[in-house]
């Protein structure tokens, strides 16, 4: 998918739009549009929850998807020349509440890096993606993986595995994060079918001594990998 991530990155400099969170989520990102591409069809709705900049709007746009987004709306009215321009049904929304589309709109969901921010139980929300996705859709879930191997060996170093104590909330702490028993427990609460469940190592710049460590020992203990990615079905 390199071609589409290099056009992606080209479409945001033209647009204007801040490219460093899009080059520090890259190898994600990467990950996330073969998945994309691997799941398309023509004429399929593609939602992107938590849209922020646009990033997987435009490569699901690329891939030919009819694109539709939600975030707060501070992004969502930072965003509307770029969703105008590419006919992106981008939506204002707070995830406490029902998500602004019709029972049954979607093909494909994608929920990537955002489960982890949420200050509020998540099962509620977990009803919505199911009442939204049409049946047979699938739903792309990313998030961090609680038990992955670093965490294990921080708790065990007699260190906090959540947000820095000396730092202020803000909306990109991570307020929780999950195991794949307790997403699995979400969407069998709401619904939903979970049709595939892996661990995997986003690469991400900049990765310390001990973290390249535990990435190389769990390419032998998958389950302790650094982030989930699970596919779910209605």
Same mark, same amino acid.
């Given at each position: 998918?390199?071609?589409?991530?290099?056009?992606?990155?080209?479409?945001?400099?033209?647009?204007?739009?801040? /490219?460093? $969170?899009?080059?520090?989520?890259?190898?994600?990102?990467?990950f996330i549009l073969q998945k994309?591409?691997?799941?398309?069809?023509?004429?399929?709705?593609?939602?992107?929850?938590?849209?922020?900049?646009? $990033?997987? *709007? =435009?490569?699901?746009?690329?891939?030919?998807?009819?694109?539709?987004?939600?975030? &707060?709306?501070?992004?969502?009215?930072?965003?509307? !020349?770029?969703?105008?321009? $590419?006919?992106?049904?981008?939506?204002?929304?707070?995830?406490?509440?029902?998500? /602004?589309?019709?029972?049954?709109?979607?093909?494909?969901? =994608?929920?990537?890096?955002?489960?982890?921010? #949420?200050?509020?139980? /998540? =099962?509620? #929300?977990? +009803?919505? &993606?199911?009442?939204?996705?049409? !049946?047979?859709?699938?739903?792309?879930?990313?998030? /961090?993986?609680?038990?992955?191997?670093?965490?294990?060996?921080?708790? =065990?170093?007699?260190?906090?595995?959540?947000?820095?104590?000396?730092?202020?909330?803000?909306?990109?702490?991570?307020?929780?994060?999950?195991?794949?028993?307790?997403?699995?427990?979400?969407?069998?609460?709401?619904?939903?079918? *979970?049709?595939?469940?892996?661990?995997?190592?986003?690469? $991400? !710049?900049?990765?310390?001594?001990?973290? +390249?460590?535990?990435?190389?020992?769990?390419?032998?203990?998958?389950? +302790?990998?650094?982030? &989930?990615?699970?596919?779910?079905t209605k």
């Amino acid at each position: 998918m390199k071609n589409n991530l290099d056009e992606i990155f080209q479409l945001i400099k033209l647009e204007g739009v801040d /490219p460093a $969170y899009f080059n520090f989520h890259r190898g994600r990102y990467d990950f996330i549009l073969q998945k994309l591409s691997e799941n398309y069809v023509a004429g399929k709705k593609f939602l992107d929850i938590g849209s922020f900049q646009g $990033y997987m *709007m =435009l490569g699901a746009k690329q891939i030919s998807y009819d694109v539709a987004g939600v975030d &707060l709306a501070k992004y969502v009215t930072a965003l509307n !020349p770029l969703s105008v321009k $590419y006919g992106f049904d981008n939506r204002a929304g707070d995830l406490r509440d029902a998500l /602004p589309f019709d029972d049954d709109s979607f093909d494909l969901i =994608l929920f990537s890096e955002v489960l982890e921010h #949420f200050d509020f139980h /998540p =099962l509620a #929300f977990f +009803k919505e &993606l199911r009442r939204i996705l049409k !049946p047979g859709g699938k739903i792309i879930i990313t998030t /961090p993986n609680l038990c992955r191997l670093n965490n294990i060996l921080s708790l =065990l170093a007699g260190k906090s595995i959540n947000w820095d104590i000396k730092e202020d909330y803000h909306e990109n702490v991570h307020r929780r994060e999950f195991t794949q028993v307790e997403i699995a427990w979400l969407l069998r609460e709401s619904g939903l079918q *979970m049709i595939a469940n892996e661990t995997v190592n986003f690469a $991400y !710049p900049d990765l310390g001594v001990l973290v +390249k460590i535990t990435d190389f020992i769990t390419r032998f203990w998958s389950s +302790k990998r650094r982030d &989930l990615v699970i596919i779910a079905t209605k």
